[in-house]
């Protein structure tokens, strides 16, 4: 097992892989998955969980044997979905984030298109993707804190930036991150049985100007 990782069992029918660098969380995740396909894999931040339907006392071992394999596990590497989200720029915090950046509206807006990003994991609301940079950034956003008063109510298709992550705001909800654009894309709908969310963990995502 590569010394990075952690395993333990997590209750009786899991078992919960602790990652020491996240950027290892793609190859982790596609070794379990091609190694257990008949598991839940679930992802995290700094963390991947397996689940088994039933109770399986030999999980654990199993889990640890596909991390050793890493790689000899995946037969045939999957290239990421792209998906393109269109933005208009007109956020209410998009000046406060220009300041922390120190650079222009338009230069922000410019380099949050211009960067690539990762859907890291899906949580905190149906739909709600945390994207994370892949390769280097075009700006600093890890300079980016959330809001030291998060909005009691943040509209729906918000993009948001906040701690190094971006994220569009799924429906209306709470929120703490800085809103720097709107987005008339609709990443979640349950008349949708079959995929009700539009992202999906480990896909590519690229914002695009929002055409009137």
């Not at 596990?73 to 922390?100: K, N």
């Not at 994991?121 to 300079?143: H, K, Q, R």
Request: charged share 20%.
């Amino acid at each position: 097992m590569r010394s990075s990782l952690r395993s333990q069992w997590f209750g009786d029918r899991a078992v919960l892989v602790s990652l020491e660098h996240p950027s290892d969380r793609r190859d982790v995740v596609e070794s379990l998955a091609a190694a257990l396909p008949s598991h839940q894999v679930r992802t995290g931040m700094a963390s991947v969980l397996v689940e088994s339907v039933e109770p399986d006392p030999h999980l654990l071992d199993h889990v640890r044997i596909a991390l050793t394999r890493g790689h000899d596990a995946v037969t045939t590497p999957v290239a990421p979905r792209v998906v393109e989200i269109p933005v208009a720029y007109t956020g209410a915090d998009l000046g406060d984030v220009a300041q922390v950046l120190a650079c222009a509206p338009g230069e922000v807006a410019a380099a949050h298109r211009a960067q690539e990003w990762s859907v890291a994991m899906m949580g905190f609301a149906p739909g709600f993707g945390y994207l994370e940079p892949i390769g280097p950034m075009v700006l600093d956003w890890s300079t980016v804190q959330r809001r030291d008063s998060p909005r009691s109510q943040v509209p729906r298709g918000s993009v948001a930036v906040a701690a190094g992550m971006s994220a569009v705001y799924p429906s209306a909800m709470p929120g703490g991150w800085h809103l720097i654009g709107t987005s008339t894309a609709h990443l979640f709908d349950p008349a949708r049985p079959e995929s009700p969310t539009r992202l999906r963990v480990g896909d590519s995502v690229r914002f695009v100007e929002e055409r009137s």
